[in-house]
């Protein structure tokens, strides 16, 4: 927007991570892309700096549950394959 | 005690990616395939960085060995906390025969050229499920080995670790500089993020040779062929117990 928002880098720095880490997605890279880039565009005319900062610890918790998601996939894999008869 | 911690990263066909055997049976299908760092070398990572984190060590080196590649599993190491890496550059033919022996030759000659008072492993690779590196390191060197860790703790110039074995658990303390394997239990990896990603690129890797070391990689195993397991066979539904008991003598069970 031509309203630079102070909070825009943070905001800009969170998709990034979050595009990031949906390239491992279960369903695919593409699949996480689509409704990431819908999330934020739906919410792209919040002005209110306290809603905006909402919702960055709200992207901030997704980041740590996909983080969370990934190291169970991986763990259970290796169990599977390692340690069950 | 130099407080350094030489930590192997190897790369491998990534975890989640269905392995297709080539259609000569000459190995498995690599290329366009994702790539990640094994995951016991992640746990290994983990372990030493932990370590730092506690001030226990100074200083953790990611090693890897391989074609350029290497290079990104080793930026992950870095992202994950390790200080600086070395790619030992090995490609072609000798990275198609580079096996334990040969890695362990490397990070033998590593651990003395870098004083290393510890290095950590992880157990086996995802990839060829050798489970001999860390325990040839150790020979090589004539270290003290402790595989298999699930609890891992520096005590002066001595290390406890918590063993993993049929049934139960070993508790032994060795001397250092000692080799030491990751178990799956050791700990929790953290996830290398992006912005980790981004300033492990200050990180320095240094690019080093086998012969450089005065390692001779040459290998004196041939792989004959690579299989697919076989294929699980479909079932047959029984009616009777009667019936059950002539399919198995049919079967030649009973």
Sequence with gaps: GS????????????????????????????????????????????????????MIARGEYVARELEALYYLRKYRAMKKRYYEE | MSGRVLVGVKRVIDYAVKIRVKPDNSGVVTDGVK?????????????????????????????????????????????????RGIHVEVSGKDYDALGPLQVSKILAALAKKEEAQLIILGKQAIDDDCNQTGQMTAALLDWPQGTFASEVSLEGDKVKVLREIDGGLETIKINTPAVVTADLRLNTPRYATLPNIMKAKKKKIVNVKPADLGVDVTSRLEILRVDDPPQRQAGVKVETVEDLVGKLKEAGRI
């Design chain 1, 3 to 54: 309203m630079a928002n102070p909070l825009r880098t943070e905001v800009v720095r969170l998709y990034k991570n979050l595009l990031y880490l949906g390239r491992e997605y279960p369903r695919g890279g593409d699949y996480f892309r689509d409704r990431l880039r819908a999330a934020f565009a739906k919410n792209r005319a919040v002005q209110d700096p306290e809603k905006i900062k909402e």
């Design chain 2, 35 to 83: 790539h990640s760092m094994n995951p016991f070398c992640e746990i290994a990572v983990e372990e030493a960085v932990k370590l730092k984190e506690k001030k226990l060590i100074k200083e953790v080196v990611a090693v890897s060995c391989g074609p350029q590649q290497a290079q990104e599993t080793i930026r992950t190491a870095l992202a994950m906390g390790a200080d």
